[in-house]
């Protein structure tokens, strides 16, 4: 029964990269350092990070998209951390505005269309004055997507492990109806920090798969970018990213993994692995983790 099922769903793991991994040789020819763990990772997916290099030549973007390709990578990008829809400094928002749409240039210059986005903070403003904000901001992105005819990107909102932030769950889902190209990126190390190591067993995670199946149209549900990474946290949520190692704070992989092989509905499954200097063996183990079962 559960075989028959399974056919329908693809679940395939992916690990972050740092902008590092990529540098030039004497002849000038860009190299991936890290192409050869790549391969014997044995995984299908890898994000590529804007974080704090939002400026990236597109020349340089082109290269990699064409190395990742070679290797037979998919390939998601993550956004700059400057972006802050949680603004009301009008500044402040264009900026935001402006670092998406270079993101995406160079996303698309990449051969990707799927951008993690972090809205912002909620900082001294408050949570609903600052989504107030990111509602108007989200709304103001869709007309400037349109305008560069940006019709196949597709971007996920990601559910932050800090209080301050925009933001949890809830709050990912209701700014994704704000537009078709919008969806949500769960990362479930964020997840078990907000809720104090919440996420424990495969009946923690299957209310979360509910919430979404319950709350997103369709055609999002189906298709999920998930990021899987042990996290420690605090009473404010997220301290600092670990790895697999960790046995103290989670969350931890095996009832994921039970949760994703009940739910039938998903189609397409991603899952990154942002573990600390470790994510291409981390989703490697993901991936036998969740392929043993
Ligand atoms: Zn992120």
Not at 97 to 124: D, E, F
Not at 147 to 153: C, E, F, G, P, S
Not at 205 to 232: D, M, S
Request: one cysteine or more.
């Amino acid at each position: 029964m559960t075989e028959k099922k399974e056919k329908f769903k693809r679940v395939e793991f992916g690990a972050i990269l740092c902008n590092s991994f990529f540098v030039e040789n004497e002849a000038g020819e860009l190299i991936f350092t890290k192409a050869e763990e790549i391969k014997q990772a044995n995984i299908e997916w890898v994000e590529f990070p804007f974080n704090k290099d939002p400026f990236m030549p597109e020349s340089r973007a082109k290269k990699i998209g064409e190395i990742l390709k070679d290797l037979g990578l998919k390939v998601s990008c993550h956004a700059s951390y400057f972006i802050n829809y949680g603004s009301h400094e009008e500044e402040r928002i264009k900026k935001s505005h402006n670092y998406i749409l270079i993101n995406i240039k160079n996303m698309k210059a990449m051969g990707a269309n799927k951008l993690i986005v972090h809205v912002g903070s909620a900082g001294k403003l408050g949570k609903t004055v600052s989504m107030e904000n990111a509602k108007n901001a989200l709304k103001e992105l869709s007309k400037l997507l349109d305008a560069k005819k940006y019709t196949d990107v597709e971007l996920c909102l990601e559910v932050m492990g800090k209080q301050s932030r925009i933001g949890n769950l809830e709050e990912m889902v209701e700014l994704s109806h704000i537009d078709s190209r919008y969806n949500v990126c769960v990362d479930f190390g964020h997840l078990n920090c907000l809720s104090q190591g919440g996420l424990k067993t495969a009946r923690d995670y299957a209310k979360v798969l509910t919430y979404l199946k319950e709350n997103l149209p369709r055609e999002k549900f189906e298709r999920q970018h998930f990021h899987f990474t042990n996290i420690e946290y605090d009473k404010k949520g997220e301290v600092r990213h670990l790895n697999l190692e960790d046995t103290k704070f989670g969350p931890f992989f095996p009832p994921l993994a039970e949760a994703l092989h009940k739910e039938q509905e998903l189609v397409s499954v991603t899952i990154i692995s942002e573990a600390k200097s470790t994510s291409i063996s981390d989703a490697s183990t993901l991936k036998r983790l969740f392929t043993k079962r």
